[in-house]
């Protein structure tokens, strides 16, 4: 890695800057050019890729934690999150600041050139792999997603073919079908090839998230709620892991908010008091605390994994209109969301093997590729709630809650005070213990609801 010495010598290390970072790679022949956003138009990005599938779960979140417990633990973690990703952006900012403007590294070059400046000999000789790691865990996460996605979309579709006699909800072969029919329309989605077109489809999915929001807080309080104290307060302990899941599944955002500041006019605008990100997450957190809450409050045990199941099971009347609200929604949320693997791999594919006789035609594929992958997962594990916590505890973990502490620490070393130092050993400690309960946990629920739905047995 260049190292930051005199005006001269940094413009000498400027072509090997451009082979360092892959992401700095020209691939414009073969994605198109990527015009930059304004804040309004990041924030729309932003808002759509957090208020996905993951608010819709929060009332299953707080099944498995209690109406306090649930809401500590939202706030709790949301706070973490959100310096989690500030400490990202301003380790990205420094080297920005010491390679040259051009240089906007992605998450895993961003680990990466940190671990190579790191004292210890067991980062800096393992910066490399844990780069690739990161890589692995981004793309990973975001293909979870997608998986989610089909099957959020499945359930809900499957509905209306239910409600209609074409298909029968309760055999297991149905939702393969569904997710049959679905695989072209989101193949197609992925197409569009920068942020700014994709902005239409932002909008329309952040205005249906948003009906479905308000559909939820109508339908679960317009004939009141039942007592507090038919509800836990506080969850079992044993069930908290899979809530842990289920929350850091919902705010996994830090692997998107690089692309989206490195794509703004102003990316100081992202991080400032007022920022895309402050101002995101604090709506971000309300709206997640009164679907999780109210959600839970309303149906207590019963709550589905999308809450919206429960709705439609209530008023048959508004099913098929609120099962395609939402299905649109998150078919336009799956196109953000499968735009970061394609941004993240493409360039080091590109820089390899690059330039192509057919780059449209690589790049087209490529993509296709992608789709495929997630749609033959989520035929594999149709079961979204449990889904959604493996995700969340395993990749989610690592990336929101275990690397960045660890690159404050790095980057900043010496500008740390005690008390940001202990912050971090306490976050690092929650993720490493969050990620390896909240693994076990979901991976146990998994094996034991396929063994229930498929061999009528039980752990």
Known sequence: ?????????????????????????RTEDVTGEKPPNGYWTTMMHFAKGYV???????????????????????????????????????TAEKINQEEG?????????????TLNNSKLACLKNNAKTLGWFTNFSVVGCELGFCCVYYVFIADHLLEIASNHNLLNHKQPESIHIVLLIMLIPMWASTFLRNLKLLLPLSIIANILIWSGVI?????????GLPPASDRYLLSPLERWPLYFGTVLYAFEGITFILPLRNEMKRPEQFINWYGVLNVGMVFVMILYFFVGMLSYWKYGEDVESSVFLNLTQEDKNMSDVINVIVSIAILFTFTLHMYIPFEVTFPLIYRKYGPFKHGIVVAALYRSSLVLTTWTLANVVPFLGLFISLIGATGGSFLTLIMPPILEMIAFQGELGIVIIVKDILILILGVVGSAF?????????VNKFRVEYFGEEL
């Open 52 to 90: 996905g599938t993951g608010i819709f779960a929060m009332g299953e979140g707080y099944k498995n934690s209690g109406l306090i417990g649930g809401t500590v633990l939202l706030f709790l973690i949301g706070f973490i999150n959100v310096n989690c990703q500030r400490i990202l952006i301003r």
């Open 1 to 25: 890695m260049a190292q930051p010495a005199t005006e001269s010598s940094a413009k000498e290390a400027k072509p090997q800057d451009q082979r360092t970072f892959a992401s700095q790679a």
């Open 438 to 446: 909240g693994t076990v946990m979901a991976i146990i629920a998994i």
């Open 101 to 113: 403007k051009e240089v906007k590294p992605s998450f895993a070059e961003t680990v990466q050139y």
């Open 215 to 223: 559909i939820v807080f109508y339908y679960t309080t317009y004939e």
